[in-house]
C-alpha cells in the first residue's frame, strides 16, 4: 500500500471515529508502529489530524467560506456518491476528445474512469496528473496512461492539489477542449457555482473557456454551500451532475435553472 492511501486510511478511520491508536493501525496496516507515527506527523503537519499519546485525534474545527479543506480530508468524505457521479459524467466522454478536468475529488474519481481511453486530458491537478499517469495509483482502473496526451498546467498549488495563477491560466488559455468538467466548493443556489480559493476559481474560469461545454460535478453536500469566490453562473456551465441524495427542493430548483443529471446509486 501507497503511503498516501496508508494516510487516506488513517483519516477515514479518524475521521469516522474521532480518534485512531498507533498500536491499532499497524496491526490493520501491516506496517510498524514508526511508519504509522510517520504517517500521523504528515497528518498532522497537514492541520487534518492532532497526536495524542498513543495515536491521533481528529483535528476540531469547519472551514469557513475563506478556507479550501486539504484533498485528503475531502477524498474520504462521500466516497460513493462521488463515483456514481464520476461513472454518469464518463458516459459523455468520447474516444478522441480533448477533455479538459478540473481539480476536486470527485473529478478524481472521474479521471480514474478515464485510464486507458483514448481521449487527450488537460488538467490543473496534481492528483488527477497522477491518477492518469501512475501504474500503482491508489484503485487505479485501466492502463496506466490514457492512449493520447496527458498535459498538466504548471502553477501556484492550493490546499485541494490544484494549480493556479499566471502559469496555469497562460497554458489554458492556448489550449482548445472538447469539453470540461469541474467540482466546486458549494453550489449558490441564487448566485451559482464558486471556491474559497480566489486563485482556483479564477484558473476555473480559465477551464471554461477553453471548453466547447462545461459540466459541473457536486455531491449533494454542495448545494447551500457559498465560498467566497463565484466562477461560473448557471448560465455559463452546460450541465450539473450530482447524486441521488440531493434533496428534492434543490433538484426542483436546480433543474429550473440548469440541466441536471441524478447519478443512479450512491446515497439515497
Do not use: W, Y
Not at 514508526?34 to 492532532?50: C, F, H, K, S, V
Not at 467540482?183 to 474560469?205: K, L, M, Q, W, Y
Not at 466562477?231 to 440531493?246: H, K, P, Q, W, Y
Amino acid at each position: 500500500m501507497l503511503a498516501a492511501e496508508r494516510r487516506r486510511v488513517i483519516l477515514e478511520a479518524a475521521v469516522a471515529t474521532g480518534a485512531v491508536r498507533v498500536m491499532d493501525l499497524a496491526v490493520e496496516l501491516g506496517v510498524s508502529e514508526m511508519t504509522i507515527r510517520r504517517d500521523l506527523d504528515r497528518l498532522e503537519e497537514a492541520g487534518e489530524l492532532t497526536k495524542v499519546h498513543g495515536g491521533a485525534v481528529r483535528s476540531g474545527g469547519s472551514t469557513g467560506r475563506g478556507v479550501e479543506p486539504r484533498s485528503a480530508l475531502k477524498a474520504v468524505r462521500d466516497t460513493a456518491e462521488k463515483r456514481a457521479i464520476a461513472a454518469a459524467a464518463v458516459d459523455l466522454v468520447g474516444d478522441g476528445m480533448t477533455v479538459a478536468v478540473g481539480a476536486g475529488t470527485t473529478t478524481v474519481e472521474l479521471a480514474r474512469l478515464l485510464r486507458g481511453r483514448a481521449v487527450s486530458v488537460v488538467t490543473n491537478s496534481i492528483s488527477i496528473f497522477h491518477a492518469l499517469t501512475d501504474p500503482d495509483h491508489d484503485d487505479a482502473d485501466g492502463d496506466p496512461t490514457v492512449a493520447a496526451a496527458v498535459q498538466l498546467t504548471g502553477g501556484q498549488r492550493t490546499p485541494s492539489d490544484a494549480l493556479v495563477g499566471p502559469v496555469a491560466n497562460a497554458m489554458l488559455e492556448r489550449v482548445r477542449c472538447d469539453l470540461a468538467f469541474l467540482g466546486c466548493h458549494g453550489i449558490d443556489p441564487v448566485a451559482g457555482f464558486t471556491s474559497p480559493n480566489i486563485g482556483e476559481a479564477e484558473t476555473n474560469r480559465r477551464l471554461i473557456a477553453s471548453a466547447r461545454s462545461t459540466v459541473l460535478l457536486a455531491d449533494h453536500t454542495k448545494f447551500g454551500e457559498i465560498g467566497a469566490h463565484l466562477f461560473a453562473r448557471f448560465a455559463d456551465v452546460d450541465g450539473l451532475i450530482m447524486d441521488s441524495g440531493t434533496p428534492r427542493a434543490a433538484r426542483e430548483g436546480l433543474a429550473a435553472v440548469i440541466p441536471l443529471t441524478l447519478a443512479p446509486g450512491g446515497a439515497a
